[in-house]
């Protein structure tokens, strides 16, 4: 494999493109007109633009992409994540152009991109499920009886869903045909498939996911598990490998599920099994992503494996050089995703341009990122700006870097959504480790992150005035040297 195009853009191409140049492979960019003086253009060997600024005129449209990549002789495409990352038809438009897809089997992407049919294909396993019904159903009489026999909070998915989409939680009896409506339209209108079933809600669950890779050869492995309890409408904002509530005995019995989970379909690949665990660390399976996650640095960073080259390895036919055996956690590692949000009026996006950017640069600080200062944040795409990770020989000490990265990290224009990680990071909730996915709704509000602003404001300008006492005669700057993302801990 020569050439890779990456079929995405911001942050997540420029980590596939940095693994690829290490490797010796040139690499392709595509970009959108919005996108032409973005990072990744410039970083890549040879960049095509593929169309207009909405994402369906030109992120979305893998005629445009294969049609590209055959001009350029490409050898492989890597979908990143979103867009057509889980796309079954194009990864079989790719391998039917005779290009390789750097991903699993349109197969396996056909069956774990429908949560029914994953359900089936695991269901030999005997892995634990959320009690509930797991088929299609539209029939609100028939649903109501199905849920009265479950009990009731029951949770309505979409079938083909994700993000939070075509989801609702129906606390009584009363409320549960108007929901199921909401939820059925929901789906049709995001997904084009209004198919739900039914689960028994767990009331305060964690959110917490094993990542596996899996080669042409019959070998799959996990690599630990990352908790993504911390989130914001249903979807993640804050990961960490790994959990600090898993004992060694879950963590295997967890890791070997999801190497079923993985057999199952005949993965290939990098993928993550999903998995919901009650108060009493019972889990359940809850999907299987069949593509990289926005969170994967975590796992690279405690286990030193680089899951985009074992992506393009995998790719290229070759066995997986470790086995399970030879994979061990080494420390503890935190992600915070930086967006382009604004926390104080619930994290409605924050477009704009960057007027000042400054990365911090410390040691054990890794910064994946797709702006500099001087761009536009677009209001076409996700509103990510980066994923800021720290790593720690523990966890307290994982924390503590993450607070001075936060510190570091200077961000003018947009409002995002380091303040509400920094009022995290500091929370006993999340320090003590006992927290779960309603962290931000039992904690958050605008008003504790303006009291959170103004204690820190006050310490700031205590330590201010200490400093300056200290210090009349001597001007000192703070070590803020450090490594790039490349030259971080693997």
Not at 168 to 192: D, T
Not at 274 to 301: A, C, I, K, S, W
Not at 432 to 439: A, L, Q, V
Request: contains cysteine.
């Amino acid at each position: 494999m020569q050439k890779i195009l990456v079929a995405n853009r911001g942050e997540i191409a420029l980590r596939v493109m940095r693994t690829a140049r290490r490797m010796g492979i040139l690499t392709v960019a595509i970009y959108s007109e919005a996108d032409r003086l973005s990072p990744h253009v410039r970083y890549a060997d040879e960049a095509v633009c593929i169309g207009p600024p909405p994402s369906s005129q030109s992120y979305l449209r893998g005629d445009k992409i294969i049609e590209a990549a055959k001009g350029l002789g490409v050898d492989g495409i890597h979908p990143g994540y979103g867009f057509l990352s889980e796309n079954a038809s194009f990864a079989r438009a790719v391998e039917d152009a005779g290009i390789t897809f750097i991903g699993p089997s349109p197969f396996s992407i056909e069956i774990m991109g429908s949560k029914l049919a994953a359900k089936a294909a695991v269901r030999e396993y005997d892995i634990p499920m959320v009690p509930g019904l797991d088929e299609a159903i539209k029939d609100i009489d028939k649903a109501k009886a199905i849920a009265r026999e479950v009990g009731f909070p029951i949770l309505i998915k979409a079938s083909a869903g994700g993000g939070g989409k075509g989801m609702r939680i129906v606390e009584e009896e009363a409320n549960f045909e108007s929901q199921m409506k909401r939820a059925i339209s929901e789906a049709e209108s995001a997904f084009g498939d209004g198919s739900v079933f039914l689960e028994k809600y767990i009331a305060s669950p964690r959110h917490i996911e094993i990542q596996i890779l899996a080669d042409t050869h019959g070998n799959v492995v996990h690599l630990f598990e990352r908790e993504c309890s911390i989130q914001r409408r249903h979807q993640k904002v804050i990961e960490e490998a790994p959990s600090s509530i898993l004992t060694p005995e879950i963590r295997e019995r967890m890791g070997q599920d999801a190497i079923n989970v993985a057999r199952s379909c005949n993965y290939r690949g990098a993928g993550t099994v999903e998995f919901l665990m009650d108060e009493n660390l019972n889990y359940y399976f809850l999907e299987m992503n069949t593509r990289l996650q926005v969170e994967h640095p975590v796992t690279e960073l405690i286990t030193g494996v680089d899951l985009v080259e074992q992506q393009i390895r995998i790719a290229r036919g070759e066995p997986l050089s470790f086995s399970q055996d030879s994979l061990q956690i080494k420390g503890h590692a935190l992600e915070l995703r930086v967006y382009a949000e604004d926390p104080s009026d619930n994290f409605h996006p924050s477009v704009g341009k960057i007027s000042v950017y400054r990365r911090p640069r410390q040691k054990n600080i890794r910064l994946d990122d797709g702006y500099e200062e001087g761009l536009t944040i677009p209001i076409y795409y996700d509103p990510m700006i980066a994923k800021l990770i720290t790593y720690g020989e523990t966890r307290p000490a994982a924390i503590h870097t993450m607070l001075q990265a936060i510190e570091l990290y200077e961000i003018e224009g947009v409002e995002t959504t380091l303040p509400f990680g920094n009022f995290v990071f500091n929370h006993k909730a999340f320090t003590s480790g006992n927290f779960d996915t309603h962290f931000v709704k039992k904690y958050f509000t605008p008003e504790a992150l303006e009291k959170d602003n103004h204690i820190g404001a006050e310490i700031a300008a205590q330590l201010a005035v200490k400093l300056f006492e200290n210090h009349k005669k001597v001007l000192k700057t703070p070590d803020v040297s450090g490594s790039e993302w490349g030259n971080g801990r693997r």
